[in-house]
């Protein structure tokens, strides 16, 4: 039975190649995230040591219990994952997440993985959503999410998934990526400051900055221009989604110490995942 437009992987293979992806042994604390009626479930749980299978709908919570009655190391939870807190022994995360909620969980279980040395995570995400997910400068879909994952985390794609691959069949196609966390400490004021400029990502760099100064330490525009004058002339001509990660970094940097951006005071713009799929 389908309930509460559940859609759920069909064909067998898909769920080999997220197993194998997620690397698990037998030591390994799973986090399953919209587990629905266990069919990955029982895969995850013969090659972890403890599963937490985590789904909202109780029917389905209750479906899953009957169908894996025999495995004994399965945790199940009846509850909303973004209203609880993730087991501090979780390492690893599987989930062929809900697609409703991929920007708050996404930005969720990457700060839950910027604390956990070694924890790596498999997700199946909306293929539009992913594809922005692993995004190269330059390309269209980069974007703020691209800038927000790629600095926090080493990403890959896994593979794609057809729609056709799922019981019923949903209007989009599917994508599954894998993370491991970066070994830095997230500056959420970087972020905001990424999340200024990408708000006008095909303009170049001054201009973007111009654009902002509602958000900078300055609203006079001829302040702003002096203060840029002392910025890389060629950074300043190239255009926001161009840059990478390490570029951002630099010219956040920059931005502190000619005084256009006072670090820690952008709290109003320190979403970091919220809608960044429109910038």
């Known amino acids: ?156 794609k896994v593979m794609d998934v057809s729609k056709a691959n799922f019981r019923p069949v949903p209007a989009v196609d599917s994508i599954v990526i894998k993370m491991r966390p970066k070994e830095i400490k997230i500056d959420d004021d970087f972020l905001a400051f990424c999340r200024v400029i990408f708000q006008h990502k095909k303009k170049n760099l001054y201009s973007a900055i111009i654009d902002s100064r509602t958000k900078l330490a300055t609203y006079d525009k001829n302040s702003i221009r002096e203060k840029l004058n002392k910025i890389d002339e060629a950074s300043l001509r190239k255009k926001v989604f161009y840059f990478e990660v390490p570029e951002l970094i630099n010219i956040y940097n920059s931005a502190v110490n000619v005084g256009l951006w006072i670090k820690d005071a952008g709290q109003k713009t320190k979403k970091t995942v919220k809608n960044l799929q429109e910038n």
């Open 1 to 156: 039975m389908i309930r509460n437009n559940q859609i759920f992987i069909k064909n067998e293979k898909v769920i080999e190649r997220i197993i194998d992806a997620a690397e698990l042994n037998d030591k390994d604390v799973v986090l399953e995230i919209g587990s629905g009626d266990g069919r990955m479930t029982g895969h995850i749980a013969k090659k972890a040591k403890k599963v937490y299978a985590v789904e909202k709908d109780l029917y389905l919570l209750d479906e899953s219990k009957m169908n894996l009655v025999d495995i004994k190391n399965i945790d199940f939870i009846n509850a909303d994952i973004l209203k609880m807190d993730i087991p501090n022994d979780v390492n690893k995360i599987v989930s062929n997440l809900p697609y409703n909620i991929s920007s708050p969980i996404t930005e969720k279980l990457i700060y839950f993985m910027n604390n956990v040395r070694g924890s790596l995570a498999v997700l199946m995400y909306q293929k539009e959503f992913g594809d922005r997910m692993v995004a190269f400068p330059g390309l269209r879909d980069y974007s703020m999410l691209s800038v927000f994952v790629q600095y926090c985390m080493n990403v890959e």
